[in-house]
């Protein structure tokens, strides 16, 4: 009886040990399994995205290209096709003053209107007018410094006050004056393209005729281009040239056409004009 009292004893121990090893076994079991499903179940690192878009680096702006512009500028003489396409070539813009009398002021408006569109914004005009004769132009204006050259004019078009300066400038005083103009326009743009055009006609003139022939000639002589509008406006003997000009020999709707058109003209190709 004793004997199997400790036969069951030995028995319950063996039981209990059996049991308390099956159960840390599978303790151990169940944490290797955990480590090793973490470690797999990693979720992938989504790919980096930059936050702002790569920097990029300025280029020149595009307006025409070369080929275009030898097209629609085909009427211009070689130095100012030359100035507007190495502009463009640069993406710079091209800026261009047209100085003179107040006759030509709307007539320059109108050809500035026209210039950006035909040329697609490369051409940017400045008006700048004055109410006086070329020596006075030269002495107070110019140096006054009512006009920004700082600006830096790659196109000058001049108009010389040559009406203004009938019977107060003489024609050799008037040339002098045309020069310095075009000197000062080249101390800022070594390459500027310098420019002429006479003012408008006026019914029956008389020295004003020998004072403009004096002008086409010398700006000839001078290499100097010259943009004569005379051809579309009436002779100067015709009444017709009433309707172009009115008391005050200013330019009508008729006259500020005929002058801005002669201007449109010289700047862009006949096939390009409408």
């Known amino acids: 009886m004793k004997t199997q009292s400790i036969s069951v004893i030995i028995l319950s121990i063996l039981c209990v040990s059996l049991l308390w090893f099956s159960a840390s076994t599978w303790q151990e079991k169940v944490r ?22 790569p920097v990029k680096k300025a280029s020149p702006v595009q307006y025409m290209s070369t080929t275009d512009l030898l097209k629609i500028g085909a009427s211009l003489d070689d130095k100012t096709l030359e100035v507007v396409i190495s502009r463009a070539e640069a993406g710079k813009h091209v800026q261009m003053l047209i100085v003179g009398s107040e006759a030509i002021a709307a007539a320059a408006e109108r050809f500035a209107t026209v210039i950006s569109d035909k040329y697609g914004g490369l051409i940017g005009v400045d008006v700048a007018t004055f109410d006086m004769t070329s020596t006075r132009f030269v002495a107070e204006a110019l140096e006054a410094g009512k006009i920004e050259w700082e600006a830096g004019y790659d196109i000058v078009l001049y108009e010389p006050f040559t009406l203004h300066n009938n019977g107060e400038v003489v024609i050799e005083n008037e040339r002098k004056d045309l020069l310095a103009v075009k000197a000062l326009a080249e101390s800022y743009v070594e390459d500027v393209s310098f ?15 020998t004072q403009i022939q004096a002008l086409k000639k010398f700006t000839s002589a001078r290499g100097i281009p010259y943009i004569n509008h005379w051809p579309n406006w009436p002779d100067t003997r015709s009444d017709e040239l009433l309707t172009y000009i ?14 801005s ?4 003209a010289y700047f862009v190709d006949e096939k390009f004009v409408k």
Request: glycine letters at 8%.
């Open 195 to 209: 420019l002429v055009t006479p003012p408008q006609p006026i019914y029956r003139a008389g020295y004003y005729l």
């Open 261 to 264: 058109d002669a201007l449109i």
């Open 32 to 53: 290797n399994a955990g480590g090793h499903t973490a470690r797999n179940a990693e979720i992938p690192q989504s790919p980096l995205v930059e936050n702002e878009a």
């Open 246 to 259: 009115d008391e005050t020999r200013m330019p009508t709707e008729s006259g500020i056409k005929a002058w």
